[in-house]
């Protein structure tokens, strides 16, 4: 079974940074796209930044040139660099992967959620 685990988020002052990462573990084949997306209080889950396979990125309107995708494919980890930081990207950040893995024996097309991370950033 696949898991993604999240770490690297916290508390961090407007203007600041933080770098939160997601490890993907398991029977992985290939992965396709890994991404992050946020959740605030009361809204739904939206697009922050996503990378694929060949190294192209997407990012939402609200975070292009403060945020930074980039992956490690060795270490099937995508990281988001978060910087000037502002009391509006408060949210559970969830890293995302579309991938392959190995599942009774054979490949199968998966889309996999991390737990979640919070980011809180105070003015």
């Known amino acids: 079974q696949v898991q993604l685990v999240e770490s690297g988020g916290g508390l961090v002052q407007a203007g600041g940074s933080l770098r939160l990462s997601c490890a993907a573990s398991g029977r992985i084949l290939s992965i396709n796209g890994m991404g992050w997306y946020w959740q605030a209080p009361g809204k739904q889950r939206e697009l922050v930044a996503v990378?694929?396979?060949?190294?192209?990125?997407n990012y939402a309107d609200s975070v292009h040139g403060r945020f930074t995708i980039s992956r490690d494919n060795a270490k099937n980890t995508v990281y988001l660099q978060m910087n000037s930081l502002k009391p509006e990207d408060t949210a559970v950040y969830y890293c995302?992967?579309?991938?392959?893995?190995?599942?009774?024996?054979?490949?199968?097309?998966?889309?996999?959620w991390g737990q979640g991370t919070l980011v809180t950033v105070s003015s």
């Open positions: 990378i694929r396979s060949d190294g192209s990125t």
């Open positions: 995302y992967a579309d991938l392959a893995a190995q599942s009774m024996g054979f490949p199968s097309s998966q889309e996999v």
